[in-house]
């Protein structure tokens, strides 16, 4: 795959706003297609996680028999980006959900699931993000955030100013990118590009 390539990056397809980031993946100039079962998710070249609610996602997961056959992809270097419900699935350790909740362990990060608060509490600000020249509008809604990264994660975002000033809310590891906010809902699409061309890069 090269830098002008089209690659087939799926959008897991069981919960959540999966229209918007087909939208988008779609303008950044790659081929999105649904993923509800192993054989789609074995043929695509990414993966995207979308927000929703991540203990419904996690049950669907296991019901389509998903979560291992993600699991070992994510293992083998599969790239991926999850927003907001996205980034608690793909996070090593979840606070404040249910026991029986499952997660991907796709990013070494500790993540506190509706760590804002309710969806009243949902919230817009400008935030810096690495790799991005100016600062991109972020939709928080019933968002999680970062308590903990680890040695091999880099910190892309944090919340500018407010009761969450400094809270990480958004993070990457190797090929793996989560943010705890929307960006598939403003039309800024800088953050899908960037994944789009680390996509490429990594094919």
């Known amino acids: 795959m090269n830098a002008t390539s089209t690659p087939t990056i799926g959008v897991l397809a069981l919960q959540g706003d999966v229209r918007e980031h087909v939208a988008a993946l779609r303008h950044c100039g790659a081929e999105p297609v649904l993923v509800r079962r192993e054989s789609e998710l074995a043929a695509v070249d990414a993966l995207v996680l979308p927000g929703g609610e991540s203990t419904a996602i996690s049950k669907l997961l296991q019901a389509f028999d998903l979560l291992e056959p993600l699991r070992a992809r994510l293992r083998e270097g599969l790239p991926a980006f999850g927003s907001c419900a996205g980034m608690i699935l793909l996070a090593s ?104 061309d680390l996509v490429r890069k990594a094919g």
């Open 93 to 196: 350790e979840v606070l404040d959900t249910r026991p029986d909740a499952q997660h991907l362990s796709g990013i070494d990060m500790t993540v506190r699931r509706n760590a804002f608060g309710r969806q009243v509490d949902s919230f817009e600000t400008d935030l810096d993000f690495t790799g991005l020249d100016t600062p991109v509008r972020a939709v928080f809604i019933r968002a999680p955030w970062v308590e903990r990264v680890g040695d091999g994660v880099e910190v892309l975002a944090r919340v500018p100013h407010g009761p969450a000033q400094g809270r990480i809310v958004a993070a990457r590891q190797g090929n793996v990118v989560a943010t705890s906010f929307h960006p598939e809902v403003t039309g800024d699409l800088r953050v899908h590009e960037l994944f789009v």
